[in-house]
C-alpha cells in the first residue's frame, strides 16, 4: 500500500476531516473547548483509519501476524477514545469534572493491556495462522472475548447519549432528538456489519456521524447567547415564525438597572449580573423556550395549556430565587387568545412588564438612585390586577 493508494481510498473521509478542521477553527460561534476536542476527535478519526488501512495491508501478509494484532488492539482503542474526546465539547457540570472524567475511563483503561497482550494471553481476541506446506497463507480471528471491544465502545456511545440529553433538557424537543437519530443511524450501520460479517472500516461511518453532529452543533450554536447560553435574538424571531401557532403564554423580563450596575461597578459586573438572573430564570421557568432579546430583555414561550395562577407561581419563585442576589426583573405575562396573533400578544406581555417597571423605577429614585433590595420589587399580580 502506497501513500496514493491510502489517499485515494480514504479521500472522502480525508476530505470530511480537513473540512471539520477549518471550519471548527474559523468558526465565531463556536467555544475554544469545543475547537480544542473537535481537533483532537478529527486526529483521533484520522489515526484509526490509518491503524485500519495498515491493517488491511498486513492481511496479505500472515507471516506478520503481530504487526496486525497490534494495528487491531489500537483500533479497538481509538474508536472508544474518539466517544470520550466528544463528550467534553458539550460537557454538563457532571462530565465536565476531571475525576468524574477520569473515573469514566476506567472500562477503557483496563481494557487497553489485554487489547495487546491478547495475542498471547488469547483473552480478547487473536489471529490464528492457516499453513500449507508450512507456508502460512491466511489468518483469522478468534477469541472467547472479541466481542468485548464493542462492548466497551457501546458503554461509551449510551453516555454520550445520556448526556445530550441533559445538555439539550432545556432546549426543544427537535434540539433533544437530532443527537439521539444521529447516534442510533451510525449503530444501526454497525450492527448491519456484524450480522453480515463484512470487514468494514468503521472510521467513515463515525466520521459522518460526527460530521452530523458538528453541523448540528454548529446550528445549535448560532441559535444561543453566548453570554447567558440564553436562544438569541434570532433564535427568537425564527421561533415567532416557526411557532406562531403554538404559543400559549408569553412572559416579557427586564433586570432592573443594569446600566446603573455598569456605571458603577463595570461591565464585567453587569454581565456577571445577567449571567446570574439568565440561570435563575432558566432554573425556575419550567418547561420553555427562553430568549435574551436585547441587553437586559427576556422572553419566555410556553406551549403547554397553563391557567393564569400557573404563571403567577413561575414568576414567584423566579422572584423567590432573585431575593436571594442583589438583583431585581420587572415581569408582564399574557396568554395568547384565540385570534390574536403572537406580536400581539408579545405587545401585551410587554405591556404589562413596563407598568412592572415603572413602580420599580419610583421607588429606586425614592431611595435617590440607589440599588434597591429585592423586597422593595413591586408585586406584577397586584400591579397587573389594578391596571386591568
Given at each position: 500500500?502506497t501513500?496514493?493508494d491510502?489517499?485515494?481510498?480514504?479521500?472522502?473521509?480525508?476530505?470530511?476531516?480537513?473540512?471539520?478542521?477549518?471550519?471548527?477553527?474559523?468558526?465565531?460561534y463556536?467555544?475554544?473547548?469545543?475547537?480544542?476536542?473537535?481537533?483532537?476527535?478529527?486526529?483521533?478519526?484520522?489515526?484509526?483509519?490509518l491503524?485500519?488501512?495498515?491493517?488491511?495491508?498486513?492481511?496479505?501478509?500472515?507471516s506478520?501476524?503481530v504487526?496486525?494484532?497490534i494495528?487491531t488492539?489500537t483500533k479497538y482503542t481509538?474508536?472508544p477514545?474518539?466517544?470520550m474526546?466528544?463528550?467534553p465539547?458539550?460537557?454538563?457540570?457532571?462530565?465536565?469534572?476531571?475525576?468524574?472524567y477520569?473515573?469514566?475511563l476506567?472500562?477503557?483503561?483496563?481494557?487497553?493491556?489485554?487489547?495487546?497482550?491478547?495475542?498471547?494471553?488469547?483473552i480478547?481476541?487473536?489471529?490464528?495462522?492457516?499453513?500449507v506446506?508450512?507456508?502460512?497463507?491466511?489468518?483469522?480471528?478468534?477469541?472467547?472475548?472479541?466481542?468485548w471491544p464493542?462492548?466497551?465502545?457501546?458503554?461509551?456511545?449510551g453516555?454520550?447519549v445520556?448526556?445530550?440529553?441533559?445538555?439539550?433538557k432545556?432546549?426543544?424537543?427537535?434540539n433533544?432528538?437530532?443527537p439521539l437519530?444521529?447516534c442510533?443511524?451510525?449503530v444501526?450501520?454497525?450492527?448491519?456489519?456484524?450480522?453480515?460479517g463484512a470487514?468494514?472500516d468503521y472510521s467513515?461511518?463515525?466520521?459522518?456521524?460526527?460530521?452530523?453532529?458538528?453541523i448540528f452543533?454548529?446550528v445549535?450554536?448560532a441559535?444561543?447567547d453566548?453570554?447567558?447560553?440564553?436562544?438569541?435574538?434570532?433564535?427568537?424571531?425564527?421561533?415567532?415564525?416557526?411557532?406562531k401557532d403554538?404559543?400559549?403564554?408569553?412572559?416579557s423580563i427586564?433586570?432592573n438597572?443594569?446600566?446603573?450596575?455598569?456605571?458603577?461597578?463595570?461591565?464585567?459586573a453587569?454581565d456577571?449580573?445577567?449571567e446570574?438572573?439568565?440561570?435563575i430564570?432558566?432554573?425556575?421557568?419550567?418547561?420553555s423556550?427562553?430568549?435574551?432579546?436585547?441587553?437586559?430583555?427576556?422572553v419566555v414561550?410556553?406551549y403547554?395549556?397553563?391557567?393564569?395562577?400557573?404563571?403567577e407561581?413561575?414568576i414567584n419563585?423566579?422572584?423567590n430565587?432573585?431575593?436571594?442576589?442583589?438583583?431585581?426583573?420587572a415581569?408582564?405575562?399574557?396568554?395568547?387568545?384565540?385570534?390574536?396573533?403572537?406580536?400581539?400578544?408579545i405587545?401585551?406581555?410587554?405591556?404589562?412588564?413596563?407598568?412592572?417597571?415603572?413602580?420599580?423605577k419610583e421607588?429606586?429614585?425614592?431611595?435617590?438612585?440607589?440599588?434597591y433590595?429585592r423586597?422593595?420589587t413591586?408585586?406584577i399580580n397586584?400591579?397587573?390586577?389594578q391596571?386591568?
Amino acid at each position: 500500500m502506497t501513500f496514493w493508494d491510502f489517499v485515494l481510498n480514504n479521500y472522502a473521509m480525508l476530505y470530511e476531516l480537513i473540512g471539520l478542521l477549518v471550519i471548527t477553527w474559523i468558526s465565531a460561534y463556536l467555544p475554544q473547548r469545543i475547537k480544542v476536542y473537535g481537533s483532537i476527535t478529527c486526529l483521533l478519526l484520522f489515526l484509526s483509519v490509518l491503524a485500519y488501512n495498515l491493517e488491511l495491508y498486513f492481511q496479505t501478509l500472515p507471516s506478520q501476524i503481530v504487526w496486525r494484532s497490534i494495528l487491531t488492539a489500537t483500533k479497538y482503542t481509538l474508536y472508544p477514545l474518539v466517544m470520550m474526546t466528544i463528550l467534553p465539547a458539550t460537557a454538563i457540570k457532571k462530565f465536565s469534572n476531571r475525576k468524574i472524567y477520569l473515573l469514566l475511563l476506567i472500562p477503557e483503561i483496563i481494557s487497553i493491556p489485554f487489547y495487546y497482550t491478547s495475542q498471547w494471553t488469547r483473552i480478547i481476541c487473536y489471529f490464528v495462522v492457516n499453513e500449507v506446506n508450512g507456508t502460512p497463507t491466511s489468518c483469522w480471528m478468534v477469541g472467547p472475548l472479541r466481542y468485548w471491544p464493542y462492548v466497551i465502545f457501546a458503554l461509551y456511545l449510551g453516555l454520550f447519549v445520556v448526556q445530550n440529553f441533559f445538555y439539550f433538557k432545556s432546549s426543544t424537543k427537535r434540539n433533544r432528538f437530532i443527537p439521539l437519530f444521529i447516534c442510533l443511524m451510525a449503530v444501526m450501520v454497525v450492527i448491519a456489519v456484524l450480522i453480515t460479517g463484512a470487514d468494514v472500516d468503521y472510521s467513515p461511518i463515525f466520521t459522518s456521524a460526527y460530521l452530523l453532529y458538528f453541523i448540528f452543533l454548529y446550528v445549535y450554536m448560532a441559535s444561543i447567547d453566548t453570554l447567558t447560553g440564553l436562544m438569541n435574538r434570532q433564535c427568537y424571531y425564527h421561533d415567532i415564525r416557526t411557532y406562531k401557532d403554538k404559543v400559549t403564554y408569553v412572559i416579557s423580563i427586564d433586570m432592573n438597572e443594569l446600566k446603573y450596575i455598569n456605571d458603577a461597578y463595570g461591565h464585567d459586573a453587569g454581565d456577571q449580573a445577567l449571567e446570574k438572573v439568565a440561570s435563575i430564570i432558566k432554573d425556575n421557568a419550567g418547561p420553555s423556550n427562553i430568549y435574551r432579546v436585547g441587553g437586559d430583555e427576556f422572553v419566555v414561550f410556553y406551549y403547554k395549556q397553563y391557567q393564569d395562577n400557573d404563571l403567577e407561581e413561575i414568576i414567584n419563585n423566579i422572584n423567590n430565587a432573585l431575593a436571594h442576589t442583589s438583583y431585581s426583573c420587572a415581569f408582564g405575562y399574557c396568554k395568547k387568545k384565540d385570534g390574536e396573533s403572537l406580536e400581539e400578544t408579545i405587545k401585551e406581555a410587554d405591556r404589562k412588564m413596563y407598568i412592572n417597571k415603572r413602580e420599580v423605577k419610583e421607588k429606586i429614585k425614592a431611595r435617590g438612585g440607589k440599588i434597591y433590595s429585592r423586597e422593595e420589587t413591586p408585586s406584577i399580580n397586584e400591579e397587573s390586577k389594578q391596571e386591568d
